[in-house]
């Protein structure tokens, strides 16, 4: 079954930076958008950046000009930059991806990282 596996979260004070990264667990046959959501206590799930298999990202505007998502193809793997942190960032954070794990698999598959903390002190 394959996983996605993030790391790369943590305490960082306002101001501060963070580079989230995930990457599947296994090799797989193809990967379509990749990208981030996060969520806080008492709040839904929201897209924080997405990556569509070669087109432009996305971003929520409250990240815009702070947060940088790219992808390595060849690794398997998204990155999410995260600059200027402000105190209303801290969630945890999902890595998110559309995959068909065999070539034999017709549809894509969504998949979920499993959530890594971010924390952001004021």
């Known amino acids: 079954q394959v996983q996605l596996v993030e790391s790369g979260g943590g305490l960082v004070q306002a101001g501060g930076s963070l580079r989230l990264s995930c990457a599947t667990s296994?090799?797989?046959?193809?990967?379509?958008?990749m990208g981030w959501y996060r969520q806080d206590p008492g709040n839904p799930r929201e897209l924080v950046a997405v990556?569509?298999?070669?087109?432009?990202?996305n971003y929520a505007d409250s990240v815009k000009g702070r947060f940088t998502i790219s992808r390595d193809n060849i690794k398997n793997t998204v990155y999410l930059q995260m600059n200027s942190l402000k105190p209303e960032d801290t969630a945890v954070y999902y890595c998110?991806?559309?995959?068909?794990?065999?070539?034999?698999?017709?549809?894509?598959?969504?998949?979920w990282g499993q959530g890594t903390q971010v924390t952001v002190s004021p």
């Open positions: 296994e090799t797989v046959f193809s990967i379509n958008t």
């Open positions: 990556s569509p298999n070669g087109g432009d990202p």
């Open positions: 998110y991806a559309e995959i068909k794990a065999r070539w034999y698999i017709s549809n894509y598959v969504a998949y």
